[in-house]
T-cell receptor
């Protein structure tokens, strides 16, 4: 995909590890999102950045720490995760305020041992 | 009560069948309705976007919204094996909203 890319695509980590997920959007959008997708659950919105400022933090545990250095890049720093954090983490981006359409990346499949 | 309810399936149909996928919702403020398609090992991609009640057609796909019943549907005509994917409904109360409310997704398999 050239629209929204995510790395790594797969990640296995222990509970004491520190790792980071990376998202990059090539669409010129100005809002970026992190979602968690677990089996048989709706997508859970974790963080929203608009114009590089965090505008939403939906009661996400502090072991997840987002970073948005510019409008094209978004990171999710992971520290001392729990097995229940295993899921598909999706990044999305959107342009402006006139549309609800969010463009998703392929996701990072995270497994916490 | 969940904001959006969607039957997770799985749903298996023969090639050429008409598929009906549905979501119900509880918030009468929702006005913008979306259907996303998610192939295995991919992120969701927007398939259909509708505002308020009514129908919208795009090729083999028709999105239908009935706000009085708080019910939305996606119909796929002449289904193809390439339609095999998980279909997610999503909705919001305003345009440009950061918070989209998603269903759990329905997994569809079209058998050749």
């Amino acid at each position: 995909e050239t629209g929204v890319t995510q790395t790594p695509r797969h990640l296995v980590m222990g509970m004491t590890n520190k790792k980071s997920l990376k998202c990059e959007q090539h669409l010129g959008h100005n809002a970026m999102y992190w979602y968690k997708q677990s089996a048989k659950k709706p997508l859970e919105l974790m963080f929203v950045y608009s114009l590089e400022e965090r505008v939403e933090n939906n009661s996400v545990p502090s072991r997840f720490s987002p970073e948005c250095p510019n409008s094209s890049h978004l990171f999710l720093h992971l520290h001392t995760l729990q097995p229940e954090d295993s899921a598909l983490y999706l990044c999305a981006s959107r342009w402006g305020t006139g549309s609800n359409e969010q463009f998703f990346g392929p996701g990072t499949r995270l497994t916490v041992l | 009560q969940k904001e959006v309810e969607q039957d997770p399936g799985p749903l298996s149909v023969p090639e050429g069948a008409i598929v009906s996928l549905n979501c119900t919702y509880s918030n009468s403020a929702f006005q913008y309705f979306m259907w996303y398609r998610q192939y295995s090992r991919k992120g969701p991609e927007l398939l259909m976007y509708t505002y308020s009640s009514g129908n919208k057609e795009d090729g083999r796909f028709t999105a239908q919204v009935d706000k009085s019943s708080k019910y939305i549907s996606l119909f796929i005509r002449d289904s193809q094996p390439s339609d095999s994917a998980t279909y997610l409904c999503a909705m919001s109360a305003s345009t440009g909203a950061n918070n989209l409310f998603f269903g759990t997704g329905t997994r569809l398999t079209v058998i050749p």
